[in-house]
């Protein structure tokens, strides 16, 4: 399984950028997929999951409410919504596979992994 993510950019804050999660094969479809984010000098953090039919989803504390994360079956993509985007949101963001139907906040639970996409929001 390849993914590979794009979307990402140079944002005022308050702005909206929208991610895009692209998978190469059929079996994205039965996995959870969860977006990960790395700001630079810190540790790559959860940020949102959904499950492998898009009936389950969660949020970090630090983007709920603001962030929204779907999926499209049929055209194997998942999204990442972000609204009132903050410096603070400033990293590079990934998608990644789980291991099973279901997302997950731990990223040990993720076997595949996009290349990344920079999020610049300035202030």
């Known amino acids: 399984v390849q993914l590979q993510a794009s979307g990402g950019g140079l944002v005022q804050a308050g702005g909206s950028l929208r991610l895009s999660c692209s998978a190469s094969?059929?079996?994205?479809?039965?996995?959870?997929v969860g977006w990960f984010r790395q700001a630079p000098g810190k540790d790559r953090e959860f940020v949102a999951g959904i499950s492998w039919n898009g009936g389950s989803v969660n949020y970090a504390d630090s983007v709920k409410g603001r962030f929204a994360i779907s999926r499209d079956r049929v055209a194997h993509m998942v999204y990442l919504q972000m609204s009132s985007l903050k410096p603070e949101d400033t990293a590079v963001y990934y998608c990644?596979?789980?291991?099973?139907?279901?997302?997950?906040?731990?990223?040990?639970?993720?076997?595949?992994w996009g290349q990344g996409t920079l999020v610049t929001v300035s202030s």
């Open positions: 990644a596979a789980a291991r099973s139907a279901t997302s997950s906040a731990a990223s040990r639970d993720y076997n595949y």
């Open positions: 094969r059929r079996t994205f479809s039965n996995n959870g």
